[in-house]
């Protein structure tokens, strides 16, 4: 009997140990971290990909593990979904949280979970487990020790990289409130750090849909927007919440990584007090040119801005406790990516159609379709009206009711616009064959030139029809 219970006993520590193995709780310094990310790619070669979107100032890569069913490709009505960690070099949790998470995705999709299989199936995926790869090795120089000093924080030029995006809400005011897909100045690759630049160009060839950004200092989830909009007497900025159109849908995203995270919703760490854990970034404290605002601001994307831990360099012997406090939370939360409603608009020949905003009423937010057409608005569970339109299209409405449960499908066949004959012979056009004709009889020296009859005017016109 004792023999048997001792055996049970073995067999049950040798599963607790081939579960954790895949997993590996230390701090990865850079070429460790490169080489966890690596050995996940050989681990799971069909359903990942490692990619870089560009070097740090120190000339680090910034990596991106992407997990999908098929690594590289947007399938279409698939949503794409971001992690981002350690963006101040010394909030180190983050870091270690999405390299654990990469390997069990990898290991869980292996075993075939059918809950990480059917997320691997349905979302793409993608972790940058370090943003301020330079900030991190200035911190991990000092070690666990230095918690809550400030070393490391700032990228090699001492930037504070979540105050260098572009900040948006001067041109939202200037727009009267227009807040989305708000342009930037010509000049924005002059004025953001390389990692701020790399990260900015990452958001424009990826169509994100819902992002998560991970700090340390606290435990918290905060959500947009973090800038004041309230500005009373001089200089001083109320406290107030600064709240998106969509603010209820935030707070809920914020509230299913509170919820599943082991402790964050008591609202009682570190010496705070949040209420379910959570928080609006403006009236805790406001900070201008955060990432998570230009993702509302900028993109289609809803970012969330997590801070995982009251030490901001934990040492190593909790990052396994960490990981097991963590793991629902960051798996609920890429599951709100499927939430909403998604769906396709197509022309009249059933191409789809690019940039087409997606308006609901009610809600003054719009969403633009991707590349291919598909588009993705998370929305909380209602009813609502939907209008589709596109430039050249007659815009099209729909009612849509949408579950807590699993994103509605809804799709739009726009028609093109009839042009009234009318304008089509609005300019009368003077540069036609025939007068090209003389032009070309001049010779070589005439290439170029423009006709003698023709002013620049009347150039722009034409093409402005
Ligand atoms: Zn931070």
Redesign the pocket.
Known sequence: MLARTIGVLWRLALLTVALTAALDFQHHRYDALVEALLGVQRDCPFISRLYSIGRSQQGRHLYVLELSDYPGVHELLEPEFKYIGN??GN?VLGRELLIQLAQYLCEEYKRRNPRITSLIHKTRIHILPTMNPDGYEVAAEQGPEMNYYLSGRANARGVDL?RNFPDLHLAMQKLEGRNHHIALTDNWQQQVEVETFAVINWMQSYNFVLSANL???AVVANYPFDKAQAHVGRGNYRADVSSTPDHELFQKLARVYSYAHGWMHSGTNCGDYFPEGITNGASWYSLAKGMQDFNYLHTNCFEITLELSCQKFPPQSVLQREWYGNREALLAYIEEVHKGIKGMVFDENNNGIPDAVISVFGINHDVTTGSDGDYFRLLLPGKYIVTASAQGYESQAAHVSVNGNQSTRLDFRLVPKVVPSATTSAFPLQLNVTNRVPLRRVGPRAIGRRPPWEHPHQRLKQHGQ
């Open positions: 963006m101040h909030e979540n700090h340390g200092g």
